[in-house]
């Protein structure tokens, strides 16, 4: 039997949640994360959506760091970075509502973390389940504007 093993990685998760619920961030820089506090901050970036991630900033960076680099873009002239909290319980929700998306496609599911899956959708035959989940994870839940993949690969 021909083995289809699809990969679902929501990059920039926590900054595609924000970006879908708070309209005010659509099309922004987006910084996830430690309250920089003026360049003052302790912690670190959680993630970081691809326009921030175009000034230099990327996940795990100190946010610090990430608000010194925002602020270079912005005395460029380029859009100034939105740093916002996480929302832990929210992002858990999110992720529950796209592994369920998951479940409703195929019968076994590795969770790999909050934003990322494994699956086996050989009994379908085919790699159009990968394009159906996806579909369904964008009318659905929102996401996938610009991230986040699925991949299926065969094996033998």
Do not use: C
Not at 103 to 120: C, G, K, M, N, W
């Amino acid at each position: 039997m021909q083995r289809i093993i699809g990969h679902l990685d929501l990059d920039a998760f926590f900054a595609s949640v924000e970006e879908r619920d708070h309209e005010w961030l659509r099309g922004k820089p987006i910084v996830v994360g430690a309250d920089p506090l003026d360049g003052n901050g302790r912690g670190v970036v959680s993630t970081a959506n691809y326009a921030a991630r175009a000034y230099g900033i990327h996940s795990a960076m100190p946010i610090s760091t990430a608000w010194q680099f925002a602020e270079a873009a912005r005395t460029q002239g380029k859009p100034a970075v939105e740093f916002v909290g996480t929302d832990h319980n929210r992002y858990a929700e999110v992720s529950e509502a796209v592994m369920s998306i998951l479940r409703d496609h195929v019968p076994l599911i590795e969770q790999a973390s909050i934003d990322e899956a494994y699956f086996d959708a050989s009994f379908t035959g085919a790699m159009r389940t990968a394009a159906a989940i996806v579909q369904r994870i964008k009318d659905v839940a929102g996401l996938f504007r610009a991230s986040g993949q699925i991949e299926a690969r065969e094996r033998r």
